[in-house]
């Protein structure tokens, strides 16, 4: 992996923004990067700057102390803010992002942007509870971001939640885990170039959401995904390609529109629909993905098992919360008109997969026999119509049940599923080579698949010099995971000192630095009883809402690349309690 070198700690800046009507320039020099970020939190806490343009290429140290969340552009409850032609490169730490919207952006855009070398994500652009079907105009456009996430390995390309965000034209490579994460709902994910994503992670995809309220109205549509990698654990030794998609609607996910994708040499496989309902998966181009094309993949009512123990609780309340704050939802959306509250989720074979069409895909794997066009598990084939679509690998087609059975295309058809779908030739011009131009011939185009330019992805071509910066740079071939920065570190401390007595409360963890599992600090506290040292301890207990078996938990980011590190921490157990301590190397 290529890296740039860092810039320096003293630069000089131009910026140039429009206030209302009037323009003006403001020009500073020479200033510390705490300074200088400081002064952009006060420029576009206003919510009144509407474009701004500049060179950001700054260490995150000031006077040896490292920043936990530097950032290149701070957005704080802004709107209308347009983040445009800007390098934002060689910053931040563990939550330090290229742009970073930390609270209830709207109508915000960053575009041609080139961003790389970031701690965490490239954008990260939140927006707040909208009413109803309101969408939050937040935009990343003809972005070139690339090798985030050098200290967070959860730092991915373009970060999106709440409703109605808009990516699209983006080139997108090089990120521990995901390209593009949206929460949320009614967002477009489009035309957006994407490789060598999920280079440090697993169970991931290159685009990916999940949740039962998460991905209703959204159109994931003509882009262009190659090669998610995904990096895990097998046996005891960590290795590459492990458990990665191309696209991935986890957890519930639904009411989505994945449409005219390429996608092509992700590990796991193509498109994995995880539980998910009335999902329209339509005229998508799946080619050589590693165990299998596409995942359909549901859970089922089984009283001890995961959906019914652990998932079912939670989405009961996320729908009553969201729901009741836009009962329009209900309306609209088929997968948010029931709650998932006691048997109402479950079909009368005990499954949730419903209302799911996948039709017009073409699904092309010769030369790899052993990969299975689909993975199926508690899919219920009449309640999720598939077909037509076409199969070919130039042999004999195979379709997964579960983990290990297989099924050739006839029995596959004797389920119900994929009655009016072919394996047959689609006379792909040179897939095994990139080419993927249709013979006008091709039974797939009877079929009804329309052939589509997966080159209009990415940049776009209307500013040729931005189009050679973005596809001509050079790097590395792909051959282990990026290492991270070599910051100094030369003493790590946690301490609890200024904290009250009591429950740990939401919005507190970044103060710690703390990270507590999915945000959740219940099972947290501290107290002044009993300290080792100092003032205060920080307590751990089991409570309902952290129902995994590492759940409470704290981790502290550091970064060692050589040398001895020395840990210590006081820890006193009561009875029947057991701790587990981990230091990672991701």
């Not at 992700?266 to 165990?291: E, F, M, P, Q, W």
């Not at 020395?566 to 309690?577: G, L, Q, Y």
């Amino acid at each position: 992996m290529q890296a740039f070198p860092p810039a320096p700690r003293l630069h000089s800046h131009g910026f140039r923004f429009r206030l209302y009507s009037s323009e003006f320039v403001f020009l500073c020099y020479d200033f510390y990067y705490v300074v200088f970020v400081h002064l952009l939190d006060c420029l576009f806490n206003s919510g009144e700057i509407m474009a701004y343009r500049g060179i950001i290429g700054l260490s995150v140290f000031f006077k040896r102390k490292l920043l936990n969340a530097a950032v290149g552009v701070r957005l704080e409850k802004a709107s209308r803010v347009r983040v445009a032609g800007c390098r934002i490169h060689d910053l931040g730490y563990y939550e330090g992002s290229g742009v970073d919207g930390v609270a209830s952006c709207t109508d915000c855009s960053v575009e041609d942007c080139d961003i790389w070398n970031t701690g965490s994500h490239g954008v990260h652009l939140r927006a707040p509870a909208m009413p109803g079907l309101t969408r939050c105009g937040n935009r990343v456009a003809n972005c070139y971001i690339h090798h985030t996430g050098w200290v967070n390995k959860h730092g991915v390309g373009v970060m999106v939640s709440g409703q109605g965000a808009t990516v699209e034209h983006n080139l997108i490579h090089d990120t521990p885990r995901n390209a593009i994460f949206h929460g949320g709902r009614l967002h477009a994910i489009r035309f957006n170039r994407v490789r060598h994503t999920n280079l440090e992670m697993e169970d991931t995809g290159a685009i990916y959401t999940g949740g039962w309220t998460s991905g209703q109205g959204t159109r994931i549509t003509d882009n262009w995904i190659s090669d998610s990698i995904g990096f895990g654990k097998t046996k005891g030794r960590f290795h590459h390609y492990h458990t990665a998609h191309g696209i991935y609607m986890d957890e519930c996910s639904s009411d989505a529109l994945i449409a005219g994708n390429l996608v092509e040499r992700c590990h796991d496989g193509g498109i994995y629909l995880h539980n998910g309902r009335y999902n329209t998966v339509s005229n998508n181009l799946l080619v050589l993905n590693g165990a299998w094309q596409m995942d359909l993949t549901g859970w089922n009512d089984t009283p001890d098992g995961y959906f019914v123990k652990i998932r079912q609780p939670e989405c009961v309340k996320v729908w009553e919360k969201v729901t009741k704050r836009c009962p329009e939802l209900k309306e609209a959306f088929p997968s948010l008109s029931y709650s998932p509250a006691g048997r109402t989720p479950f079909l009368s074979d005990g499954r949730t997969m419903r209302g799911n069409r996948i039709v017009n895909n073409v699904c092309w794997s010769v030369g790899e026999p052993g990969v299975k066009f689909l993975k199926v598990k508690d899919f219920t084939p009449a309640a999720n119509p598939t077909g037509p679509n076409l199969y070919w690998n130039g042999t004999n087609a195979t379709f997964g049940i579960s983990w290990d059975k297989r099924l050739s295309f006839d029995e596959w058809k004797a389920t119900g599923a994929d009655v009016t779908s072919v394996s047959a030739d689609p006379l792909i011009a040179d897939p095994a080579h990139g080419d993927y131009r249709f013979d006008p011939k091709s039974p797939a185009i009877a079929m009804g698949f329309r052939p589509f330019d997966w080159t209009d992805s990415g940049v776009l071509a209307s500013d040729p010099a931005w189009v050679r910066k973005a596809t001509d740079e050079t790097w590395d071939a792909f051959e282990d995971a990026p290492k991270a920065p070599r910051y100094l570190i030369e003493r790590a401390e946690m301490d609890f000192e200024r904290f009250p007595v009591g429950p740990l409360r939401d919005g507190m963890g970044g103060m710690l630095p703390l990270n507590t599992m999915m945000g959740k600090p219940g099972g947290l506290s501290f107290t002044d009883k009993d300290v080792a040292q100092g003032r205060r301890a920080l307590v751990f207990t089991d409570t309902p809402e952290n129902a995994h078996s590492f759940c409470p938990h704290v981790s502290l980011p550091c970064c060692v690349t050589g040398g001895t590190a020395v840990i210590r921490f006081a820890f006193k157990p009561v009875k029947s309690t057991g701790m587990t301590f981990e230091a990672r190397d991701y």
